[in-house]
């Protein structure tokens, strides 16, 4: 004899219509945010498909090798910039800072060895930064009037230690300081190191969660007891060092302090850090955004020495100008939207 569950059942119930639109919102949010932090790798990956299946000769090793050292320790300057933007900062002076630390490597290792050479760049351009640091933090000055001002005064000295650039220091032979930035892979490893080092700061420890903090909010990150001026200082004194750092490799790979280096290297490392997908506004960004962005500048500048070197560097300045100019309306539209949304 079969049994009939008498049991009530609830009938179903409807999707609730703001769950539904609360759901979309936060996927439309998630794909904008997405776009505008990792844009700039997903273009990498298409230029650097195009450019080896259009352009002879770009998959080459010797090729490829060119591009990653030539701009191995230039692209240290944008991963220090990366933190000064994030945390809602500017530093005009890493350029200047990178020719001086080079030219400080150079003048150590003739005065003192190659240990005097590293403690001389690095300990100078930290207390490059410590200053420019103090009066943005402390004083409360612009930090684009305070860097543009350190960018003029480390060039001054690079020129007074060079005699107005009529004296070019060079490292010798037979020192071991030429071994720590010399051939293809050093400078590599050097560099993809110290990102795996930047991404790990920026995104698993106080500090640079800090930064992300204080650079979308500074008020806030002061109410919620964070030592923002501490931080802020900080975030300095490693662009500083970094960029000084970078110059005495770069003296080590060239055997000597260059005087005439570094000249819109500041404009350069802002740029990749801004395609990368760090907003200039601060409060958002990532270590690996701005190595993408690094990279597709130098792509976009080998392709043009190859197939535009009769316009000269006027066509690499448009080119990188213009593609600048897209990449910032473009977060700007897509911060909006996360807003609206």
Do not use: C
């Amino acid at each position: 004899m079969s049994t009939v569950d008498m049991r009530k059942t609830d009938p179903p119930v409807a999707p609730d219509a703001d769950a539904v639109t609360v759901t979309e919102a936060n996927r439309v949010e998630q794909v904008t945010r997405l776009l505008r932090e990792q844009g700039g790798v997903a273009v990498l990956v298409v230029v650097f498909l195009a450019a080896s299946i259009f352009s002879s000769g770009f998959f080459d090793t010797g090729n490829l090798e060119s591009i990653l050292v030539g701009n191995a320790y230039v692209s240290l300057l944008a991963l220090g910039m990366t933190f000064v933007i994030i945390s809602g900062g500017i530093d005009l002076s890493v350029g200047s800072v990178f020719a001086l630390g080079g030219v400080l490597a150079a003048y150590g290792v003739n005065h003192g060895g190659g240990i005097v050479a590293v403690l001389l760049a690095v300990g100078v351009s930290a207390a490059w930064g410590l200053v420019q640091g103090l009066l943005i933090a402390k004083a409360r000055l612009a930090p684009f009037i305070v860097t543009l001002a350190g960018m003029l005064g480390a060039r001054g000295l690079l020129q007074a230690i060079t005699d107005q650039g009529s004296k070019t220091y060079t490292v010798p032979k037979d020192s071991w300081f030429i071994n720590i930035g010399n051939g293809t892979w050093v400078p590599i490893i050097t560099v993809v190191v110290l990102f795996v080092l930047g991404a790990v700061v920026l995104l698993r420890t106080r500090y640079g969660q800090s930064l992300f903090a204080i650079g979308g909010n500074e008020n806030a990150a002061v109410l919620m007891g964070l030592p923002v001026l501490r931080n802020k200082v900080l975030v300095y004194v490693l662009s500083a060092t970094l960029a000084g750092s970078a110059g005495a490799l770069n003296a080590s790979r060239l055997q000597s302090g260059v005087t005439n280096i570094g000249v819109g290297y500041e404009l350069t490392a802002i740029a990749a850090v801004i395609i990368g997908g760090t907003l200039l506004s601060g409060g958002a960004g990532s270590v690996s955004g701005t190595a993408a962005g690094v990279l597709l500048l130098a792509i976009m500048q080998n392709l043009i020495g190859v197939h535009l070197s009769k316009y000269g560097s006027s066509a690499s300045d448009a080119v990188n100008g213009g593609f600048l100019a897209v990449v910032v309306i473009l977060q700007t539209l897509l911060t909006r939207a996360e807003r609206i949304e």
